[in-house]
């Protein structure tokens, strides 16, 4: 039995269970229709080990919750614990009055078999071609003045400071797999980017990290640890650990509307660069609306830096602001609108004697998509980007614009 096929069958089993309440003989509502209601909840959130635990207590609650039995018999099914599915079926069969459909149901259940935990999956690769105008992130002015003993002291930049742009080829992927019967997933993302000229800036990464969900109560939550690194050039760059927790409070909110708050705790290790290890705390909201075709969200956050050592600045905070739109607009067009600012405030002098200023930094980036589905599996992705960097320092500003045209394979 296949998980979409589960999840088929537990909507039209609850909808004929909540529209036509004496197909399996149920009359009223029952005292464990709460814990029923939460054990659907839990499906939707594949955590179908406290599913089974929650329509069990149901059962207990209330022995004649017909939809509870049934849903109990295929979250077994789906598990791949045969034996007992088929002894609940033949409990609902005997002791209820099912429906001419849901007995069709259970038919095809038995037909497809519970021989196994129906595990989920999927991947979605991506190869792209683009043009980035700011490789290395150059500086917009070529000069810089600083207060000397004798006086002003003007330097010019070599040309490995000022923007360099390149064409570049990128392959990235991202899969995903439930480990757990009660949700835990497995993901793996990886992307590597080679430019066709300055190869000391290419770069690739790999993340791979665990997503476990939980629930107390009305309060949902979920815990996702992260494991990174980062290459610059062909080598090391940077290694990243982190722990996010995103917690959905029970607030009554408008129909297609969400709101969760995240927080994070971020180690940053740099192997090729002296004395830039840091710690970093994360506190973000996150709102969005959906409504049909059209989506938007919107992200604000707070980030506080702990240097590990003594990094240039020292420690630093800031925040972060995240806009989002999305739109279908039919025949496999679709079109995205992304808006982000992140604000860097230092809290000492970056290099005293040589750069007297406490760094502050704004880095803003506008982002506008295309994509067109090819088919189910396939599409192509035209991405324009737009960064703008601006600080109090003159030699760490600048520009950079992208163009990228990218296609997406979805694995089943």
Known sequence: MTFDSLRAGCALSFLLLAGAPHALGQTQADPGEDLYLQALQSIAEGRRTDATLELRRAIEQSPRHAGAWLELALTHCALGNSDEAERLFAIIETRFNPSPALLELIAQ??????????????????????????????????????????????????????????????????????????????????????NDSLHQYNTSSLFTGLEAPYRWGRWRLRAIGTLGLVTLGGQLYQRQAQLQARIEPPLRLPAGTQFNVVVALTRNSFPALTNFDSTTEELRGHLSWRRGDHYASATLGYLNDHALAHRPGGDRKGGFTNLLLRHQLGHGLRTEFGYSRQTWNSSRAYSPGLIDEVRAQATQVLRASVSYALDKRHALVLEARAVRNRENISIFQYNNRQLQLSWQWQLP
Do not use: H, K
């Open 109 to 194: 259940t038995r037909e497809q078999g519970c021989s196994r935990w129906d595990v989920i999956s999927s991947a979605v690769l991506s190869t792209s071609r683009g043009f980035d105008q700011n490789v290395n992130q150059g500086a917009r002015t070529t000069r810089y003045t600083i207060d000397a003993p004798g006086g002003q002291v003007e330097y010019e930049l070599s040309g490995d400071f000022t923007p360099r742009s390149d064409q570049y080829t990128q392959l990235a992927g991202d899969y995903m797999r439930e480990v757990t019967p009660n949700g835990v997933l497995g993901f793996v993302q990886y992307q590597v980017r080679r």
